[in-house]
């Protein structure tokens, strides 16, 4: 009989507790989390252009295997502190666009670069690419836990992309990984003539 009423107590309490998660959309820290994971994954223009970035890094070798995809995430952390803000930064679509269109050609064609014009190429863009992640902060979301989250989900994103990119290793995986650069170059020409319609 006690545990009976132990177990109902116990259920009464769960309940009240697990029904404002539920009840409301996009609140908090859980909600803020995932929209902030969800969004790079979620815009193909972010996508391609974030995993090129693990790709060139893959190329152009240690340390920039390493570099370029830590200093995306920060600077673009910084991109989108100004989204947030509503600073107005110009032309956050096109230069997303444009984006994904170097970082293929880049690839495509195997840039060799020295690591600060690397950084400071990918570092450019992740500007952008922040800002519209801060723009686009869902009302009444945790903005830190949103911007973690899609900080969380670009690296993964970049790492994906040094993971594809170790095929480099040999001659197929080489021409395998251009052609990959290749085609987030022609997204990335799609984007640009979205933007410019």
Same mark, same amino acid.
């Not at 116990?10 to 969800?38: D, N, R, Y």
């Not at 107005?88 to 666009?97: C, D, G, H, K, S």
């Given at each position: ?8 107590? /116990? ?8 029904? +404002?998660?539920?009840?409301? $959309?996009? #609140?908090?820290v859980p909600s803020g989390l995932l929209s902030g994971a969800l969004h ?18 893959? !190329?152009?070798?240690? +340390?920039? $295997?390493?570099?370029? +995809? ?8 910084? =991109?989108?502190? &100004?989204?947030? @803000?509503? $600073?107005?930064?110009? !032309? +956050?679509? /096109?230069?997303?666009?444009?984006? @994904?269109? #170097? &970082? %293929? &050609?880049?690839? @495509?064609?195997?840039?060799? *670069?020295? /690591? ?15 800002? @519209?992640?801060? !723009?686009?902060?869902?009302?009444? *979301?945790?903005?830190?836990?949103? %911007? /973690?989250?899609? #900080?969380v989900a670009t690296g993964t994103l970049h790492a994906s992309g040094i %993971?594809? =990119? $170790?095929?480099?290793?040999?001659? *197929? =995986?080489r021409r395998a990984v251009q052609g990959l650069g290749l085609g987030v ?7 640009? *003539?979205?933007?410019?319609?």
């Amino acid at each position: 009989m006690r545990s009976n009423r132990l177990t109902s107590i /116990l259920a009464a309490v769960f309940c009240g507790i697990a029904s +404002p998660v539920f009840a409301h $959309t996009e #609140v908090g820290v859980p909600s803020g989390l995932l929209s902030g994971a969800l969004h790079p994954l979620t815009g193909a223009d972010h996508l391609v252009a974030m995993v090129a970035v693990g790709l060139w890094g893959a !190329q152009l070798g240690r +340390p920039a $295997t390493w570099i370029l +995809p830590i200093a995306f995430p920060m600077v673009m952390a910084f =991109g989108a502190v &100004l989204g947030m @803000a509503g $600073t107005p930064v110009p !032309q +956050p679509e /096109l230069m997303i666009a444009l984006s @994904a269109l #170097v &970082l %293929g &050609l880049l690839v @495509a064609f195997a840039v060799r *670069a020295h /690591l600060w014009v690397a950084a400071l190429v990918v570092s450019v863009f992740a500007i952008f690419h922040g800002y @519209a992640h801060g !723009q686009e902060l869902p009302e009444a *979301a945790n903005p830190l836990a949103y %911007g /973690l989250g899609f #900080v969380v989900a670009t690296g993964t994103l970049h790492a994906s992309g040094i %993971g594809i =990119g $170790t095929l480099t290793r040999w001659e *197929a =995986g080489r021409r395998a990984v251009q052609g990959l650069g290749l085609g987030v170059a022609g997204l990335g020409m799609f984007f640009l *003539a979205s933007v410019l319609r």
